[in-house]
Nanobody, 127 residues
Framework: QVQLVESGGGLVQTGGSLRLSCATS????????VAWFRQAPGKEREFVAC????????GHVNSLKDRFTISRDNANNTAYLQMNALKPEDTATYYC????????????????????WGQGTQVIVSS
């Protein structure tokens, strides 16, 4: 069982930055592909970014790729989402998710493909 714990959310002003962390316990993160999703109140959960087991392949939703960056530190069993130039429309609960994969470079943007989810961390961007 993989347990994911997100941290780093909070209240930030427009234009500010936050770095979200996703730490694992019980399993080695390097065995899993990781993704970040977000869900705003009253909206569906949406894909933000994903990263392969090795970290060598990354994907970001086009609308956010200039401001958000996913990364991982397998030695410390942690994945990150760096968010810059935040806007009020970025306000949401951000979720980290993981899926066991055999390929070092495999990625997926679809929520149902991820078996393990964190509890979420809230990000509020004030105008």
């Amino acid at each position: 069982q993989v347990q994911l714990v997100e941290s780093g959310g909070g209240l930030v002003q427009t234009g500010g930055s936050l770095r979200l962390s996703c730490a694992t316990s019980g399993r080695t993160l390097s065995n899993y592909g990781v993704a970040w999703f977000r869900q705003a109140p009253g909206k569906e959960r949406e894909f933000v970014a994903c990263i392969s087991r090795s970290g060598g392949s990354k994907g970001h939703v086009n609308s956010l790729k200039d401001r958000f960056t996913i990364s991982r530190d397998n030695a410390n069993n942690t994945a990150y989402l760096q968010m810059n130039a935040l806007k009020p429309e970025d306000t949401a609960t951000y979720y980290c998710a993981a899926r066991g994969v055999s390929s070092y470079d495999e990625m997926d943007t679809r929520p149902p493909m991820y078996k393990y989810w964190g509890q979420g961390t809230q990000v509020i961007v004030s105008s």
